[in-house]
């Protein structure tokens, strides 16, 4: 399975920004979806998931609220909506596939098989 993140970009502070992931390679059976980034000198962070079957989602404190993660089936596509971006959400953002989590470990990137190379979010104040 291969994952592509695109839509990253510089923005102004209060502005959006779209984040697309497009999954590829052989038949996709992901359960969960997700985003993670990782700002410069930080620890790797938990932004969004989303559960393949259902459609579930759950998301980081930090982004709840302004940030809506949502999939498209018939395109194996995961997108983030990112509205009223802060400038302390400039990061690497990158998305993540997982065969066997559970709901309990979604937040946990460990957990993901697959991950995508990263797209960079730039937001100026």
């Known amino acids: 399975v291969q994952l592509q993140a695109s839509g990253g970009g510089l923005v102004q502070a209060g502005g959006s920004l779209r984040l697309s992931c497009a999954a590829s390679?052989?038949?996709?059976?992901?359960?969960?979806m997700a985003w993670f980034r990782q700002a410069p000198g930080k620890e790797r962070e938990f932004v969004a998931a989303?559960?393949?079957?259902?459609?579930?989602?759950t998301y980081g404190d930090s982004v709840k609220g302004r940030f809506t993660i949502s999939r498209d089936n018939a395109e194996n596509t995961v997108t983030l909506q990112m509205n009223n971006l802060k400038p302390e959400d400039t990061a690497v953002y990158y998305c993540?596939?997982?065969?066997?989590?559970?709901?309990?470990?979604?937040?946990?990137?460990?957990?993901?098989?697959?991950w995508g190379q990263g797209t960079l979010v730039t937001v100026s104040s």
């Open positions: 993540a596939a997982g065969t066997s989590i559970i709901t309990s470990t979604q937040h946990m990137g460990a957990q993901y098989d697959y």
């Open positions: 390679g052989r038949t996709f059976s992901a359960r969960y």
């Open positions: 989303i559960k393949w079957s259902s459609r579930h989602t």
